[in-house]
């Protein structure tokens, strides 16, 4: 079923991306409000600090000096052109002693020498004759003479700022979070759509297409790296794929030819009579048949057991010793196939490995050399240190192999057309890599010299 347009929010990118912007409200919202703290706040202390600074000067003058050192220290700030304070001083019959205003704002305390925090507005007239109005925070206190004082601070500044910086937040913190939603919008869109575009590809996969591949835009982020490993996974599934394939192909081509000669022979001899001789005949040619069936599966499985390093008993080896017993085995077989056959080892090849698995490779080269190569021709067999290693080659001046099949017949079951008509089941060089890979080192083919017959080479490391 097709996604819809908004399917990607009930994904866990968007659920991830909307955790985020929420965060980053909060974020947001915290710091607005330490900002707004940080000004506005400390605008309210700043001017609490100063008012109560004014007032207990005031008090210390009553103190030392009564209503007279008072009224002093009143005149001499009321002289003052620009001042955020306002003073009213009036005698207990409410008279105005010393006061910036017509009358006392408000009404103070019946207790003595108990301040009072109050907030008023007071309104003056301006040069144009509309009212301008005053917002002023003060202390009321009365004395104990009956006299009441009153010292105020103007708040219209700090209103003002207070405002503005109100705004700002009030401005900023929806702003703020309008984009904490959007950047988390679109940042799980895209996750969202690179992640449908992988899923995509596996649902590709998953119904046959192994050519598909995930998309890589080239960001380098996270997405792009998942997607080059997926498509390096993809490009080794379809290489087996097709190796298994072609091994199918190959096993059904092999296998076929000898149940083929199988059957028809039981069903030859099943039409004629029967007597002890040729039972036992055909049951022996049956056992042959069989036999080759079984080495070709057997094969396989000590492949596959090889490949998973199941098999192997690593230990320290003389490898000279192991190529001289393989060269007197061999030897007598190219006579035999009128081949000459020329041995060159030297002393004192020592590696670590299972000698078992290396005469398997190395019978597996000579094998398809003694095989391969026409009577005249002739077999160089030769272990040697080469490049602090040890290198193990099997030439000869047989038909060899064309160029661009070289790696191919290293492959599981390939076997190229002209050695159809030999026995075997397309493994022994499998083997032989498989081995070589097992012990750290490599199978190497060639062409020989002369640009004449096939030259195989496999290196190991040394035993130090």
């Not at 301006?126 to 109005?133: N, R």
């Not at 009956?146 to 708040?155: F, H």
Request: hydrophobic fraction near 45%; charged fraction near 25%; include cysteine.
């Amino acid at each position: 079923m097709k996604p819809g347009p908004f399917a990607f929010v009930k994904t866990t990118t968007f659920r991830l991306a909307l955790v985020y912007s929420i965060l980053f409200a909060l974020f947001s919202a915290g710091l607005l409000a330490y900002l707004f703290q940080a000004t506005v706040g400390a605008m309210r202390v700043d001017a609490k600090t100063r008012l109560e600074s004014e007032f207990q000067t005031l008090a210390v003058a009553w103190n030392t000096g009564g209503p007279t050192r008072l009224e002093q220290s009143l005149l001499e700030r009321s002289l003052v052109r620009v001042r955020d304070f306002t003073y009213q001083f009036e005698a207990a019959d409410g008279q105005i002693i010393v006061g910036d205003m017509p009358r006392m704002p408000v009404e103070p305390l019946s207790e003595y020498s108990v301040p009072r925090p109050v907030t008023f507005e007071v309104e003056r007239p301006i040069s144009d004759g509309s009212p301008l109005i005053t917002t002023i925070e003060g202390r009321i206190v009365r004395l104990g003479d009956d006299s009441v004082l009153l010292v105020g601070i103007k708040m219209d500044e700090r209103i003002r700022q207070v405002s503005r910086v109100t705004r700002a937040v009030a401005t900023a913190a929806p702003i703020g979070f309008i984009l904490a939603l959007l950047g988390g919008f679109f940042s799980a869109r895209y996750a969202a759509r690179r992640a449908e575009a992988l899923t995509r590809t596996a649902e590709a996969v998953e119904a046959g297409d192994l050519s598909t591949r995930a998309p890589v835009i080239g960001s380098g982020d996270e997405f792009d790296r998942l997607a080059e490993r997926l498509n390096a996974m993809l490009a080794k599934v379809e290489t087996l794929m097709a190796a298994t394939k072609q091994a199918g192909d190959s096993i059904a081509h092999d296998l076929r030819s000898p149940l083929s000669r199988l059957r028809n022979r039981l069903e030859a001899k099943l039409r004629g009579p029967i007597d002890e001789v040729t039972a036992r005949d055909t049951l022996g040619e049956t056992v042959e048949e069989v036999d080759r069936v079984l080495a070709t599966f057997n094969a396989i499985l000590r492949l596959s057991r090889v490949n998973e390093g199941a098999e192997g008993k690593m230990m320290r080896l003389d490898l000279s010793e192991l190529a001289e017993e393989m060269a007197e085995l061999f030897e007598p077989a190219c006579e035999e196939a009128g081949l000459t056959f020329t041995s060159d080892i030297e002393r004192g090849l020592e590696i670590r490995g299972d000698r078992a698995l290396l005469a398997q490779a190395i019978a597996n080269l000579l094998d398809n050399a003694v095989k391969y190569t026409p009577p005249g021709e002739s077999i160089t067999f030769r272990a040697f240190r080469h490049d602090g290693r040890v290198a193990i080659t099997v030439e000869d001046t047989g038909p060899g192999i064309p160029e661009k099949d070289l790696e191919r017949v290293k492959t599981r079951f390939v076997r190229l057309d002209d050695a159809r008509t030999q026995a075997g089941s397309g493994l022994g060089l499998a083997m032989v890599e498989a081995v070589a890979q097992l012990h750290g080192g490599e199978l190497i083919l060639a062409t020989g010299k002369e640009g004449r017959g096939l030259r195989t080479t496999v290196s190991f490391p040394r035993d130090k």
